[in-house]
């Protein structure tokens, strides 16, 4: 019988097994923030130990961090708290730190791939639940709890049990105006937000195999919105030409002994999963969400509909009264109050270029709200180069300096009670972007549009 993808990287990272129990897992690459790191790092000092591995281990500070005048001290006392904090023990126990004013500052899944710190066949954890993205790489990441981050600063291993395997295909060619944001809420409003519960689910088909990395990460990342432990991609050419010069990736000779390994990493032919599913890539079209889970999602051109897979009467109505709308409603047209363009779903110099695509030589609508929040540093100085952040700013935009933002409300970029953000970041819960804020999740090109017009557009009209 034939290997999944992940049982490779799995079985290749297994330390011990414990009967009837979970494996002790070794972690390659652990990445960590200024939110939940701090209770750990109490751990192992109240333990007297130190960490084990500092050089598998890099910091940010990204959460809590404001989107402007980063250069002064942060006005918010429990935030400027935390990144002290992180930045102490970081000096402490010898640990690199990306913080505040650093080039390679930003979004922790934003900087690890674009600094080639991901790479295939890795394991990779990070107390945050989005960690799933460098999955598009062809390895093993997911999120995990403070404790078990205080488990691996001490250890380098976790304990885990082996979740089922799920593949998910996509076969055919993408209409045009869709992109990899609406791929993912298309299938998570096909599954629910449930229906990945207990699995790793690997993307293949066609349609996948020609999207760019940037493109996969979009997906890998909102792995975790359907329930699943995470997601992962096959390893290929254009994972290879991605990596290629990336600050700490492999060059030359040691980069062609990598990549003979990394071809080994793809699922055999017969290859057993848990679970199957395939959908058509011709049947996706322009998404977005209308209630308050991601997976109550519906094409742009759809009613809303009476019920919502997985979830009850009672909660289905208590979402729509939150939202402010009713079954048979459309979205298409209806007035938004704020557009967001960043996250770690959707920051990178690929969002931004198009969302500058749509918007260049237009004026957003006057009262939209509209912001960009680039990924990192990195990310920053290239729509700088490309001249991107005139685009925005031409057109009334913000063009803000890096951090998670508006993504969620732990930082000073909310959306008041009650209004309409267009956003392009990967959860829509109750509050999620600041206490009574009304959240549609949408593509970067559709948020894009849609701050011009100020109502939600389909961006196929604009095309």
């Not at 250890?155 to 993912?184: A, F, H, W």
């Not at 066609?206 to 792995?223: D, F, G, P, Q, V």
């Not at 599913?277 to 049947?283: G, H, Q, S, V, Y």
């Amino acid at each position: 019988m034939g290997k999944t993808l992940f049982d490779k990287v799995w079985e290749e990272h297994v330390v011990d097994s414990i009967p009837n129990g979970p494996s002790i897992l070794y972690i390659d690459k652990h990445l960590i923030h200024e939110v939940t790191s701090p209770q750990a790092f109490d751990g192992i000092n109240s333990r007297k130990i130190n960490v084990f591995r500092p050089d598998r281990t890099i910091a940010t500070a990204d959460h809590n961090v404001p989107t402007e005048n980063q250069h002064l001290p942060i006005k918010e006392e429990l935030s400027r708290k935390q990144v002290e904090k992180l930045t102490a023990n970081c000096k402490e126990h010898n640990i690199k730190l990306y913080g505040l004013g650093h080039k390679y500052q930003g979004i922790v899944h934003v900087i690890g791939p674009e600094l080639g710190l991901t790479q295939p066949g890795m394991t990779i954890v990070c107390g945050d639940s989005h960690t799933s993205t460098h999955g598009a790489f062809g390895s093993i990441a997911f999120g995990i709890g403070t404790s078990e981050v205080e488990m691996v600063l001490s250890t380098q291993c976790i304990l885990q049990n082996k979740p089922k395997t799920m593949r998910i295909e996509i076969n055919g060619e993408l209409n045009s105006g869709v992109y990899s944001k609406d791929i993912i809420l298309y299938i998570i409003s096909k599954i629910s937000a449930s229906g990945g519960t207990g699995y790793f689910v690997e993307y293949a088909g066609s349609a996948i195999e020609k999207l760019s990395m940037e493109s996969r990460m979009t997906i890998c990342n909102m792995s975790i919105e359907m329930g699943a432990r995470g997601g992962m991609i096959a390893p290929d050419e254009i994972t290879y030409k991605y990596l290629k010069d990336k600050e700490f990736a492999p060059r030359g000779i040691e980069l062609d002994k990598k990549i003979k390994y990394w071809n080994k990493l793809r699922s055999d032919a017969d290859a057993n999963y848990d679970k199957v599913l395939k959908f058509d890539a011709e049947d996706i079209q322009p998404m977005i969400t209308y209630g308050t889970n991601p997976g109550m999602g519906i094409k742009i051109d759809e009613e809303i509909p009476s019920s919502a897979i997985n979830s009850s009467k009672h909660s289905f109505e208590k979402s729509l009264r939150y939202m402010g709308i009713n079954s048979g409603d459309k979205l298409k047209n209806k007035k938004i109050d704020y557009v967001f363009i960043g996250s770690c779903t959707n920051s990178r110099i690929e969002d931004l270029r198009t969302a500058a695509d749509i918007i260049k030589g237009k004026t957003k609508s006057p009262h939209v709200n509209a912001w960009v929040i680039p990924g990192s540093k990195s990310v920053e100085r290239a729509a700088i180069n490309e001249g991107l952040d005139k685009v925005f700013v031409d057109a009334g935009f913000d063009f803000r300096q890096p951090g998670c933002s508006a993504c969620l409300a732990m930082n000073e970029d909310k959306i008041p009670k009650g209004k309409y953000c267009l956003s392009t970041s990967n959860r829509n819960f109750e509050g999620r972007q600041g206490p009574g804020s009304r959240t549609f999740l949408a593509s970067p090109a559709t948020a894009a549009l849609s701050a011009i017009s100020g109502h939600v557009s389909d961006v196929r009209d604009y095309l």
